[in-house]
């Protein structure tokens, strides 16, 4: 049996065999990991502009005029701060406070709710807020009828520009309009996975193929190249956005993971409050911290961190930084250890090589 | 693209035989298939490394790989450029960027090394 039968696609997975790109298993995803060179498109973003496929990204809708009280019980942050057109980085807990999912948070309408969840979670997500929907306020799994796209760095916005009416220089940082983008309907928001300024556009899927060509076409004045999950996972962690599975996952709580600003303990009832108030009053016990290393060697997920030589943590994320030249990682520590400018080893194939932890973010764009 | 007189292994090495020194290096394949290259672990001159295993290591963007030794024998060099420029890996893996030579101390177990037309068969180019 041929594995890539099962393999979920997105509407531009033709597009990107025909861009030679090197395709990957990405959580049950057939998924571009890079076009020509990580290193390439990573630059590209930093410098001009870089385009990304991100359909496997799911949507879910939340409607009705409880929808606003759904929304808040299941989410850590303030929903009802949000203004019409705004958007909001938040959790979705489970009851003992550990991360069930990072989401994006849409405000549509006062009934009208667009969440963006992560690929491999959509279908848990959608059960899971469904289960908490005791209002019952519609619940759409709406993945299906979107299409997603990412254009980022510091020429995104001239290049998306030159196929849409909607102003985009007047949509504040995680802020969306409805819109439209070659002539058809588009949500346009402010928001990225990469530390630049860029936009993510959602349309139909029938559409995405001929925006995707638009925006290239768009964007060849200025050097924009297709960019694979590769170069999203660099940008991403130089940036020190949580990727779930790695910095977050079902035992991580938001304060652990360095996330408490997405915790909002004033407001009602929610799912996980009770576990975070029990942990803020008791305080953490492992904390997520950013390291640089100093001998030769990359850290990887997984490996073991040492302190003195003895086990003290583990890394989430770790690689090169093509930005800044360094090998840089994340890792969980004893909340205790946690602070910048010691002196620890990660564990690399059986040897400790040493790393010094540091403030974070690891790059952070000059606005 | 694979020279007929270099030889071939599953795991993606090749070998050049001069004498009793094998110089041993990555493919083109597997170069392509590992992207970016940023770092190359060798083991130091001297050692001493077995046939089938681990001689280092070269990590992409991506992720990390082992080198497993074609050969067995002791490490007579390693190729100082890999530490300074590993992307050479990306460029010429066939050429400047070797990894080893190694002093074989058994030049028998190169029969079962593949000839350039059973790789690209291998590898299906």
Wanted: aromatic fraction near 8%; include cysteine.
């Amino acid at each position: 049996m041929n594995p890539a039968v099962s393999l979920k696609t997105t509407p531009l997975n033709e597009i990107h065999r025909r861009l030679g790109a090197k395709m990957v298993d990405f959580g049950g995803w057939d998924m571009p990991v890079q076009y020509t060179s990580i290193l390439e498109e990573h630059h590209a973003v930093r410098r001009a502009v870089g385009l990304f496929d991100v359909g496997h990204m799911g949507e879910i809708e939340v409607r009705g005029p409880e929808a606003l009280n759904l929304v808040e019980y299941v989410t850590t942050n303030a929903v009802s701060r949000l203004e019409i057109g705004q958007a909001q980085y938040s959790g979705l807990l489970y009851r003992h406070g550990g991360f069930a999912d990072d989401v994006l948070v849409h405000k549509v309408d006062d009934d009208h709710y667009f969440l963006c969840v992560n690929a491999s979670n959509q279908e848990k997500d959608h059960e899971h807020i469904s289960i908490a929907n005791s209002w019952k306020t519609n619940v759409e799994f709406a993945s299906d009828r979107y299409a997603q796209m990412a254009i980022q760095g510091p020429k995104a916005l001239a290049t998306l520009q030159k196929l849409t009416p909607v102003k985009l220089d007047g949509i504040r940082n995680y802020h969306f309009v409805d819109g439209e983008v070659s002539g058809v309907p588009a949500r346009v928001a402010r928001t990225g996975y990469t530390g630049e300024d860029g936009f993510e556009i959602y349309v139909a899927p029938d559409e995405a193929p001929a925006i995707w060509t638009g925006l290239l076409e768009a964007g060849e004045e200025f050097g924009i190249l297709p960019c694979g999950l590769g170069a999203r996972n660099t940008l991403r962690l130089e940036a020190k956005m949580a990727l779930y599975g790695h910095e977050i996952h079902a035992s991580i709580t938001p304060y652990e993971a360095d996330l408490g600003w997405i915790v909002k303990l004033e407001k009602p009832d929610f799912i996980g409050k009770r576990a975070l108030e029990k942990q803020k009053a008791e305080g953490i016990r492992r904390k997520l911290v950013g390291f640089e290393m100093r001998g030769r060697g990359i850290a990887r997920d997984g490996y073991e961190v040492l302190i003195d030589g003895l086990p003290a943590g583990w890394v989430t994320s770790g690689g090169p930084s093509p930005t800044l030249n360094k090998n840089i990682g994340l890792c969980y520590l004893p909340a205790e250890l946690a602070a910048p400018g010691r002196t620890i080893q990660i564990l690399i194939r059986n040897q400790p090589v040493e790393a010094i932890t540091v403030a974070t973010p690891f790059y952070k764009r000059a606005k | 693209m694979y020279p007929e007189n270099l030889r071939y292994t599953k795991e993606h090495e090749w070998v050049l035989i001069e004498g009793d020194t094998a110089t041993v290096g990555i493919t083109d394949h597997a170069q392509k298939e590992l992207g970016d290259i940023v770092y190359v672990d060798l083991p130091k001159a001297g050692a001493s490394v077995q046939a089938g295993k681990t001689l280092g290591s070269v990590e992409s963007v991506k992720a990390v790989s082992d080198i497993y030794s074609p050969l067995t024998g002791e490490v007579a060099e390693i190729n100082e450029l890999l530490s300074s420029a590993p992307e050479k890996l990306n460029e010429d893996p066939h050429g400047t960027a070797w990894l080893v030579k190694l002093k074989m101390s058994a030049p028998e177990e190169a029969g079962q090394l593949m000839h350039a037309a059973d790789y690209q068969a291998y590898i299906g180019e």
